[in-house]
Structures are given as C-alpha cells and as structure tokens.
C-alpha cells in the first residue's frame, strides 16, 4: 500500500521522491541466531584442521616474522584478547580468523586466550572453550 511520488527535476536534474501513505515499518528487534552450523564435534575438527593449514601459510609465516622482529626472538604474551570473532560455526571467514588465533596462541603461548562476541550461541561458546579459549561473559567496553 506504499506508492511513490516523483516531482519533477530541479536544476542538477535530481528528482525528489515522497512516500505516499503511512510510516515505514521498522524492522523487528535484533534477535540471537539460533545455531545452524555442524555438530560440535564437526566444528571442533573443522577449526583444528584450519589452524594446521594456517600454520603453512605464507601469511601466517609472513605474520610470525614480523612479530619476532618486533618482539624479539621470543614471541611471549601474558593474554590474547580477541573481539568479535563472529559466528564460527557458520562464517568461513570467522572460522580462518579463529584458526589464526589458535595457531597464534600455539605459537606465542600466553597464560590466557580470551574471546568475547555477543552474537556467539552457546554451541560456539562450548567449542571456544574445548579448544582451551575462555569467554569474555559481558562486554567490557560499556
């Protein structure tokens, strides 16, 4: 029941455009996702395989000698903190992120790996924390 208007041209040959009829309905609230990606299981197996293949990278070689540069021989962190990963369980490129991650923490060994996302469902918190990351519970930046 929505119709459009279109006036005439002004003097840049732009057309104004009115909405006939009533407000424009809003969309609804954001709403958590409800899973849809493989079995934990799967997922588990999916991030370990990609954390192996990232460690071949060129890139991730490429990115490990710039940190030894930078920080000497020893690449050693207290704790990793990593926010909004996304829906790995679901996104590919999510799940090369968290594979980056993973390998970085192998590779730097800090005393904690932390994650926080508020769009993370509880199947993805699970498997965060099998592959030895802890969550974030609340966002720290409010």
């Not at 370990?48 to 071949?56: H, I, L, Y």
């Not at 498997?127 to 409010?142: F, P, R, T």
């Given at each position: 029941a929505f119709g459009f208007i279109f006036s005439a041209e002004d003097e840049d040959g732009f057309q104004l455009v009115r909405r006939r009829g009533g407000r424009v309905p809003r969309p609804p609230p954001w709403k958590p996702q409800v899973y849809s990606g493989p079995e934990t299981s799967v997922l588990r197996a999916?991030?370990?395989?990609?954390?192996?293949?990232?460690?071949?990278?060129?890139?991730?070689?490429?990115?490990?000698?710039?940190?030894?540069?930078?920080?000497?021989?020893?690449?050693?962190?207290?704790?990793?903190?990593?926010?909004?990963?996304?829906?790995?369980?679901?996104?590919?490129?999510a799940q090369h992120q968290f594979a980056l991650l993973l390998a970085l923490r192998e590779h730097c060994k800090p005393l904690c790996t932390w994650v926080f996302d508020p769009a993370l469902c509880e199947e993805e918190l699970?498997?965060?924390?099998?592959?030895?990351?802890?969550?974030?519970?609340?966002?720290?930046?409010?």
């Open positions: 999916r991030l370990n395989s990609a954390r192996k293949v990232m460690e071949g990278s060129d890139f991730y070689l490429e990115l490990v000698d710039v940190l030894r540069k930078a920080l000497g021989s020893q690449c050693v962190f207290r704790e990793v903190v990593c926010y909004g990963i996304g829906h790995i369980g679901s996104s590919h490129q699970v498997v965060i924390q099998e592959l030895g990351c802890s969550i974030i519970a609340k966002n720290e930046v409010q």
